[in-house]
């Protein structure tokens, strides 16, 4: 969002649609999103509502949200790919085009996000991987084996763009 609005002119008003309310994941995210963009007076976040990472409530919250604020939104934040697809739903039915009317921002990495950055609707997923199985394994058998360990061990995780999506595609397990 930073690089893709390095540029614009005036302030950049967000919408944020959030985890389920006082989730650790939705607190984390907020907090550190909201640090990101703190050193820069033209972002705004305007509006924030709990889409409870569903698709369907998502979709009916952004409805909303362009119901009030209209083309003022510049950038949705989703906390999760789902929410921001049904977002996107939304954008399209208000007859504006997701990933440049509104750039459109999402954590998960999941399938469906990757087809819609190729797409062109989605403009960026942090992926937060469920698939932490074979990493715990490998500390797992460090451990047994008498190896030392590090105190954090951090997942290994990407951002996924235009450039990169449509790569990771076929291999996306989820």
């Known amino acids: 969002m930073l690089e893709h609005t390095r540029d614009a002119r005036g302030d950049v008003d967000i919408v944020e649609l959030t ?80 990933g440049s009317d509104v750039l459109v921002m999402s954590i998960e990495g999941s399938r469906k996000g990757l087809e819609a950055i190729v797409a062109g609707k989605l403009n960026v997923s942090v992926e937060c991987s469920p698939l932490l199985g074979p990493q715990i394994v490998a500390v797992v058998k460090q451990l047994s084996e008498g190896r030392p360990i590090p105190r954090r061990v951090v997942t290994r995780e990407t951002v996924f763009t235009i450039e990169n999506a449509a790569i990771e595609l076929p291999d996306r397990a989820y």
């Open 19 to 98: 985890g389920t309310v006082d989730s650790a994941p939705a607190n984390g995210r907020s907090q550190g999103f909201n640090e990101a963009i703190a050193s820069d007076a033209r972002y705004h976040v305007i509006r924030s509502q709990s889409g409870d990472f569903d698709r369907t409530k998502a979709r009916d919250i952004m409805a909303e949200f362009l119901k009030s604020e209209g083309r003022r939104i510049r950038v949705l934040f989703a906390h999760s790919d789902t929410m921001a697809l049904g977002a996107i739903e939304a954008i399209e039915t208000a007859g504006l085009k997701p």
